[in-house]
Nanobody
Framework: QVQLMESGGGLVQAGGSLRLSCSAS????????MGWYRQAPGKQRELVAI???????DYVDSVKGRFSISRDYDKNTVYLLMNSLKSEDTAVYYC?????????????WGQGTLVTVSS
């Protein structure tokens, strides 16, 4: 099974920046898309940013212009650069990867990394 490991979360002041990283590992898989979701206490999980194998990207409106998703295909790693952080960005951020083993699809999730933005 594909395993995802996130890193880069922590405590940062409003207006600061963080870069999250997520690396996928396993055998015999191909990635179709990788992305980031987040979940704040008492809130539903929401898509933050996603990038597909075709190179397209999508962002939730609240982070457009501030966050940037990128991917290193050789390392099966996706990054989320978060600039101009706001208190509303405080959440657990989860890495997501979709792909397949041969013809079998998979949808993998990381353990999550906590981002706390103080004001």
């Amino acid at each position: 099974q594909v395993q995802l490991m996130e890193s880069g979360g922590g405590l940062v002041q409003a207006g600061g920046s963080l870069r999250l990283s997520c690396s996928a590992s396993g055998i015999g898989f191909r990635l179709v898309a990788m992305g980031w979701y987040r979940q704040a206490p008492g809130k539903q999980r929401e898509l933050v940013a996603i990038t597909t194998s075709g190179g397209s990207t999508d962002y939730v409106d609240s982070v457009k212009g501030r966050f940037s998703i990128s991917r290193d295909y050789d390392k099966n790693t996706v990054y989320l650069l978060m600039n101009s952080l706001k208190s509303e960005d405080t959440a657990v951020y989860y890495c997501n990867a979709r792909g397949y083993y041969s013809t079998d699809q998979f949808d993998a999730w990381g353990q999550g990394t906590l981002v706390t933005v103080s004001s």
